[in-house]
C-alpha cells in the first residue's frame, strides 16, 4: 500500500499512486485503469480521508505555464496555486493576487471554485481543459459550462465528477490595475489608498493569512474546513437578536439573502480553541480544524465536524456544510 500525501496528516493508503505528466501519459493508462476505483487529488489541501482508497490515485504533474497573446495564462493542473499567483504579480498582471496563499494545486482551484479574500477562482476561469476517461479525448469547458456556484463546479458531482480527470486552466489576466479590496480586512489594510501593483496586493494579503490560519507544514489542517451559510433574510434576522449586543457580521447578497461567516457561529458556541488532544480547532481561527500532534485519524475528525454542526444547529437552526471532501471507500 502506497501512502497518500494530505495537508491533515491523517493516515490514507492506496493500492498504486500515479504521477500524470501529461494527457498523452494519461491516455496511455486508461486500458489498465479500466474498471479500477480511481480517485484524483491535486495537493491534499482539502481532503479528509475517512478511509483507505482501494484503488489507484491518480495525482497531477502537468506543471507547463504558458503566458498567451490574449492576457491568459494556461497552466498545467498539478500547478501550485501560490505558484501562479506569484508568477503572476511579479509580472505586473492582475487576477490571481487575491488567492495568494492557497496551497492547493491549479486542478483542484476549478474543481472547488477556491475563493480568498473577495475572489473566486470562477472570477477569473475562461476555460478548463479535461481528459474524457470514457473516450480519451480531450475537451474544453468553458467557465459557463463548468457550473461555479459557491465552492462548488460540476466536477464535484457525477457524472463529470468521476469521468473527466483535468488537465489545464486558462485565466483571463490583466496588464491595467484592477485591485478587488471588498474584503474588510484587505480595504483596511490599504485605509482607502490604491495599492501600486499586484504584488502589493498580494503580500498583504500572504501577511493577513499568516495572523489568522496556521501553516499546513507547521500545524496540519485542511484550510477552511466549512462553507459560509448562506440563509435568508428571517433567519439571518434570527441570529442576530441572539446577539443584541453586537453586530453580527454579513456579506448580504443580491437575491436578498445573507451570508453568514461560519467562523463566527461556530465561534458563538464555544469551539474557538478547543483541543482533546487529538483534534483541534485553531485559536485564532474557528473555521479550521486541526491535526495538532499529528495523532488524529479520519474519524477523529469527522466526531468533530459532527458535534461542531450540531452544535450550530442548536442554536442557531442553521445547518453547516463542510467544505472539505471527505473521502470513505466504504460509502
Not at 18 to 45: M, N
Not at 116 to 131: F, K
Not at 157 to 186: G, Q
Request: charge should be negative.
Amino acid at each position: 500500500m502506497t501512502p497518500i500525501a494530505n495537508t491533515f496528516a491523517l493516515p490514507a493508503f492506496c493500492r498504486r499512486l500515479v504521477e500524470i505528466e501529461s494527457a498523452d501519459h494519461l491516455r496511455a493508462l486508461l486500458p489498465e485503469l479500466a474498471g479500477e476505483p480511481l480517485l484524483k487529488v491535486g495537493a491534499g489541501s482539502n481532503l479528509v480521508f475517512i478511509t483507505d482508497w482501494p484503488g489507484t490515485v491518480l495525482h497531477s504533474a502537468i506543471s507547463d505555464i504558458t503566458f498567451l497573446p490574449d492576457g491568459t495564462v494556461r497552466a498545467g493542473s498539478g500547478v501550485v496555486m501560490d505558484h501562479l499567483a506569484a508568477l503572476t504579480a511579479e509580472r505586473g498582471l492582475w487576477g490571481l493576487e487575491n488567492l495568494s496563499g492557497i496551497p492547493g494545486e491549479v486542478g483542484a482551484s476549478a474543481v472547488q471554485n477556491v475563493g480568498a479574500y473577495g475572489v473566486e477562482a470562477a472570477d477569473r476561469i475562461v476555460s478548463v481543459e479535461a481528459v474524457d476517461l470514457v473516450t480519451s479525448e480531450t475537451r474544453s469547458f468553458s467557465v459557463d459550462e463548468c457550473g461555479y456556484g459557491y465552492r462548488d463546479s460540476i466536477f464535484k458531482h457525477s457524472p463529470a465528477k468521476e469521468r473527466y480527470f483535468i488537465t489545464h486552466v486558462t485565466y483571463r489576466l490583466s496588464s491595467e490595475p484592477s485591485p478587488v479590496l471588498s474584503y474588510p480586512a484587505l480595504r483596511d489594510a490599504f485605509e482607502g489608498k490604491m495599492p501600486q501593483s499586484p504584488e502589493e496586493v498580494r503580500s498583504t494579503i500572504i501577511a493577513i493569512r499568516d495572523s489568522k490560519l496556521p501553516s499546513p507544514d507547521e500545524v496540519p489542517s485542511a484550510g477552511s474546513f466549512f462553507k459560509n451559510p448562506v440563509v435568508d433574510a428571517a433567519a439571518f434576522e434570527r441570529v442576530v437578536a441572539l446577539h443584541p449586543d453586537i453586530r453580527v457580521p454579513r456579506y448580504p447578497l443580491a437575491d436578498g439573502s445573507v451570508k453568514i461567516p461560519a467562523a463566527f457561529l461556530i465561534e458563538q458556541c464555544g469551539w474557538k480553541g478547543y483541543d482533546n488532544g487529538r483534534v483541534a480547532v485553531w485559536h485564532k481561527q474557528p473555521l479550521v480544524l486541526t491535526n495538532p500532534c499529528r495523532q488524529a485519524s479520519g474519524a477523529d475528525v469527522l466526531d468533530l465536524e459532527t458535534r461542531i454542526i450540531a452544535s450550530v444547529a442548536a442554536r442557531y437552526g442553521i445547518t453547516l456544510s463542510p467544505e472539505a471532501e471527505h473521502i470513505d471507500a466504504s460509502c
